[in-house]
């Protein structure tokens, strides 16, 4: 952030009266612009013993598979967000929302929300940002060939909860990912 | 948002191309800002059968009563943001967090997270941003003074679950608060 949003001057770095921490505040107007974490919902649609993967086409990760997940977006509900990711880059309709993973990813200020869900039908089909989608059972996941480490946290999960039978929150802190961050 | 913080141009909004909304666009460098809803996180603190609560000395709704909460900042987690929140506010300190409430404001573009945590010790006191902390039973809650909807929700939900001894998570869409939201 080099200039204020609101007038045009330029920023500086430096800590507001009874704050603690460095904030980008205009030289001009005062204002103090906060930067927040931001959310990326998505599913882990579920069909038979089978779930749906995406082959990205875009970077970050390129040619590796991750489920349909983006950013949530203003004006909608985290629920809304997972629901039109999963439309726009599977051309998926899923139905049962049920949060799953909840993954907080500090170093890079993000929030990843995962919902299981059930996929309504085998009408699905590559998305703008999606090269392939596939079904795949536990045996067939690319799991070298994953995006992003919590996807892998989220399907290793899904496999070894299906084997118990429930599918209880799983809240995770990813201080250190072995794998790109979701982006 | 009216100039570029990246070149100090001044913004369009138009609709890009693959895109289907209208975005924050800079007419110099081109670059497309997007909008993303903010994090809200905060604690419900308990201590034996009563729930701690903090009267605000900031707008909005100053003088009404709230848990102690506020926005996610970039680089923590959201149990982080939590705790932080719970210390700033009410210089309190809690243990045994548990996501309790997930809330999505999309009129207001928020999400907040509110966990339920055993207060440590009584060694609370007012914070900047509040005029009063207490303690308080649910029949001396000050239902007609709560601050916000979302916090009037999860204290209600906290004392009917309560009866049952299970706080299972509330996961809820608001689409239109009946008092002000989190700010
Ligand atoms: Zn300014
Ligand atoms: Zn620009």
């Not at 045009?8 to 009874?18: D, F, Y």
């Not at 995406?54 to 809304?80: D, V």
């Not at 880059?89 to 919902?115: D, F, G, K």
């Not at 299906?162 to 961050?181: N, Y």
């Amino acid at each position: 952030m080099n200039f204020c949003s609101q007038c045009g001057a330029s920023i500086k770095l430096a800590i507001p009266e009874g704050d603690n921490r460095q904030r980008h505040i205009c030289t001009s107007c005062h204002h103090i612009h906060y930067l927040n974490p931001k959310i990326v919902a998505g599913c882990l649609p579920v069909w038979q013993d089978k779930v749906l993967l995406c082959k990205r086409s875009i970077e970050p990760r390129s040619g590796y598979w991750t489920l349909p997940a983006g950013f949530m977006e203003n004006g909608e509900s985290t629920r809304h967000a997972a629901l039109r990711e999963t439309r726009e880059e599977a051309n998926a309709r899923v139905s049962n929302l049920q949060l799953y993973t909840l993954t907080s990813m500090a170093p890079v200020s993000q929030v990843q929300m995962i919902y299981l869900a059930q996929l309504d039908d085998l009408d699905f089909s590559a998305g703008d940002e999606t090269e392939a989608v596939a079904l795949y059972s536990e045996e067939e996941i690319p799991w070298d060939d994953l995006a992003f480490q919590t996807i892998h946290n989220a399907l290793k999960l899904f496999f070894e909860d299906r084997k118990k039978g429930i599918f209880p929150l799983h809240h995770i802190d990813l201080e250190r990912p072995s794998k790109p961050p979701e982006n």
